[in-house]
């Protein structure tokens, strides 16, 4: 299908435009989850840790549903690509929207759906580890990652429930002349701007060989800093917009939830309907696991402090991501791994 994607200059221009209809196609699918989550009364920080993750984590789940169906190169494409847009939500996400936050400089979250994001995602993490451990995922392997992820959905939902019980509705103001969209309509663009997804996916994905062809690094390296970054633009634009407009906790939510999303959902499903075992080498992926569990608890101690977020904690979150970098590097240079 991409097959006049033949050298780098192509490769990069590729890249460039399909990642600008991801962001485009994502952020209408936000749009539409968002009205779908209003109708059904969702509160924002339960609605951003579902709703909005799924709408900005779908590039993700496209690249793993492409890399174990069409590509069959799940362990080389999917799990890099998953790890490395993990850590740039985790890391890089939280960092854009303090900066981006137009409030006072001492930010404050709610602790309570930090610590239930945290939980959720170092299990989900503990999980992926393990089995990466015994050196393959299998649709066990997958059906547990789901259920870890219908327990945070139930957790949500009785969350929705207490929400409800207190006489609460949407927390934000609602000025969308979208908000009387049917549900015919919402799910007509839900098919239109996934398909637009999956297709651009499919092509940075292709774009991507041939820059890792090009400079003879391995597709993992491309993976997990080229195709990565271009999926985690969709989640980086719809936090920065939520922390502009006052919805810190929100945006947040947000880039921790689509981790949840990514781990469980984003992996679970293709190893659940690969048909095969998927053979993966531990001590290669140890190193991403390791700094995926680190950026958590990086993130979340700043998030956590009693004096509130500071925009000077930006450094911090900067300065772990370029470890991050430094790591790869190492390893595209053989010095690791």
Same mark, same amino acid.
């Given at each position: 299908?991409?097959?006049?994607?033949?050298?780098?200059?192509?490769?990069?221009?590729?890249?460039?435009?399909?990642?600008?209809?991801?962001?485009?196609?994502?952020?209408?699918?936000?749009?539409?989850?968002?009205?779908?989550?209003?109708?059904?009364?969702?509160?924002?920080?339960?609605?951003?840790?579902?709703?909005?993750?799924?709408?900005?984590?779908?590039?993700?789940?496209?690249?793993?549903?492409?890399?174990?169906?069409?590509?069959?190169?799940?362990?080389?494409?999917?799990?890099?690509?998953?790890?490395?847009? $993990?850590?740039?939500?985790?890391?890089?996400?939280?960092?854009?929207?303090?900066?981006?936050?137009?409030?006072?400089?001492?930010?404050?979250?709610?602790?309570?759906?930090?610590?239930?994001?945290?939980?959720?995602?170092?299990?989900?993490?503990?999980?992926?580890?393990?089995?990466?451990?015994?050196?393959?995922?299998?649709?066990?392997?997958?059906?547990?990652?789901?259920?870890?992820?219908?327990?945070?959905?139930?957790?949500?939902?009785?969350?929705?429930?207490?929400?409800?019980?207190?006489?609460?509705?949407?927390?934000?103001?609602?000025?969308?002349?979208?908000?009387?969209?049917?549900?015919?309509?919402?799910?007509?663009?839900?098919?239109?701007?996934?398909?637009?997804?999956?297709?651009?996916?499919?092509?940075?994905?292709?774009?991507?060989?041939?820059?890792?062809?090009?400079?003879?690094?391995?597709?993992?390296?491309?993976?997990?800093?080229?195709?990565?970054?271009?999926?985690?633009?969709?989640?980086?634009?719809?936090?920065?917009?939520?922390?502009?407009? $006052?919805?810190?906790? $929100?945006?947040?939510?947000?880039?921790?939830?689509?981790?949840?999303?990514?781990?469980?959902?984003?992996?679970?499903?293709?190893?659940?309907?690969?048909?095969?075992?998927?053979?993966?080498?531990?001590?290669?992926?140890?190193?991403?696991?390791?700094?995926?569990?680190?950026?958590?608890?990086?993130?979340?101690?700043?998030?956590?402090?009693?004096?509130?977020?500071?925009?000077?904690?930006?450094?911090?979150?900067?300065?772990?991501?370029?470890?991050?970098?430094?790591?790869?590097?190492?390893?595209?240079?053989?010095?690791?791994?």
């Amino acid at each position: 299908m991409f097959n006049f994607i033949n050298n780098i200059y192509i490769a990069i221009v590729v890249i460039i435009i399909m990642s600008w209809i991801v962001s485009v196609a994502s952020d209408k699918l936000g749009d539409v989850l968002h009205v779908l989550g209003i109708k059904l009364n969702i509160p924002t920080t339960v609605r951003g840790a579902t709703f909005d993750a799924i709408a900005s984590s779908f590039p993700e789940f496209a690249t793993a549903m492409i890399a174990v169906l069409i590509y069959k190169e799940f362990t080389d494409v999917g799990v890099p690509t998953i790890a490395g847009s $993990g850590i740039f939500n985790v890391l890089l996400i939280p960092m854009f929207s303090i900066i981006a936050f137009k409030g006072a400089l001492a930010l404050k979250v709610d602790k309570k759906n930090i610590y239930r994001d945290m939980f959720f995602y170092i299990l989900a993490l503990t999980v992926l580890g393990s089995f990466m451990f015994l050196g393959q995922f299998t649709y066990i392997t997958g059906l547990v990652l789901l259920l870890v992820y219908v327990g945070y959905i139930v957790f949500l939902h009785r969350q929705t429930l207490e929400h409800r019980a207190n006489g609460n509705s949407v927390e934000e103001e609602e000025d969308d002349d979208d908000d009387d969209m049917s549900y015919f309509a919402i799910l007509g663009w839900i098919i239109v701007t996934m398909a637009f997804v999956w297709i651009s996916v499919d092509a940075i994905i292709a774009s991507a060989g041939v820059v890792a062809l090009t400079f003879g690094i391995p597709k993992f390296i491309t993976s997990v800093i080229i195709i990565a970054a271009a999926t985690s633009i969709p989640d980086t634009l719809l936090s920065v917009k939520s922390a502009k407009k $006052g919805d810190a906790d $929100g945006a947040i939510s947000n880039a921790v939830g689509s981790n949840i999303f990514d781990i469980c959902i984003c992996l679970g499903f293709p190893m659940l309907i690969a048909g095969r075992a998927i053979p993966v080498e531990f001590a290669r992926n140890i190193g991403m696991l390791i700094f995926l569990v680190v950026s958590m608890l990086v993130t979340g101690g700043i998030l956590l402090k009693k004096s509130g977020v500071k925009k000077h904690d930006v450094y911090i979150m900067g300065t772990s991501y370029f470890a991050f970098l430094v790591y790869i590097v190492g390893i595209a240079l053989g010095k690791w791994g």
